[in-house]
């Protein structure tokens, strides 16, 4: 598959996950008010499994892993999950401490940072096509 296609799915699929994230956020952020850090770390984790979920059946379809789905799952989450979580909660401290930021626009400027990155870790390491060993 050509990587505009693919980078045109991780995209949609990502479109998807940012209106669950900031949706579970803007929820969480309203119950426990004062705990955007806290809100923002739980609406990542839903959002990475709803994103792991489309990324597996739709965006790397074609890429199936000996590792299998679980393999997948904890690459996805020690990959993508580990910038996002990180590289989130690091900016929205900075957005919304910092800059003054209200807490959901400084997610939607955090998801975006993060995606770059994202997408060549999914590309290369967590949906990497495997290679057949050589005779």
């Known amino acids: 598959m050509?990587?505009?296609?693919?980078?045109?799915?991780?995209?949609?699929v990502g479109?998807?996950?940012?209106?669950?994230?900031l949706g579970v956020l803007s929820v969480l952020n309203r119950v426990s008010a004062g705990h955007y850090l806290r809100?923002?770390?739980?609406?990542?984790?839903?959002t990475l499994l709803h994103n792991f979920v489309w990324h597996l059946h739709y965006t790397?379809?074609?890429?199936?892993?000996?590792?299998?789905?679980?393999?997948?799952?904890?690459?996805?989450h020690?990959?993508?999950g580990a910038v996002?979580?990180?590289g989130n909660l690091a900016l929205m401290r900075i957005l919304v401490e910092g800059a003054r930021m209200p807490v959901v626009p400084a997610n939607c400027a955090a998801v975006l940072c993060c995606s770059l990155l994202n997408f060549a870790l999914g590309?290369?390491?967590?949906?990497?096509?495997?290679?057949k060993a050589q005779a």
Do not use: H, P, Y
């Open 2 to 12: 050509k990587i505009l296609v693919r980078w045109g799915k991780f995209n949609a």
């Open 15 to 21: 479109a998807l996950g940012m209106a669950v994230q």
């Open 39 to 46: 809100a923002t770390a739980a609406a990542l984790e839903v």
């Open 60 to 76: 790397w379809r074609d890429r199936r892993n000996r590792s299998g789905v679980l393999g997948q799952c904890v690459r996805f």
């Open 78 to 80: 020690l990959a993508n």
């Open 84 to 86: 996002s979580m990180m």
């Open 123 to 131: 590309d290369q390491w967590v949906f990497g096509e495997t290679r």
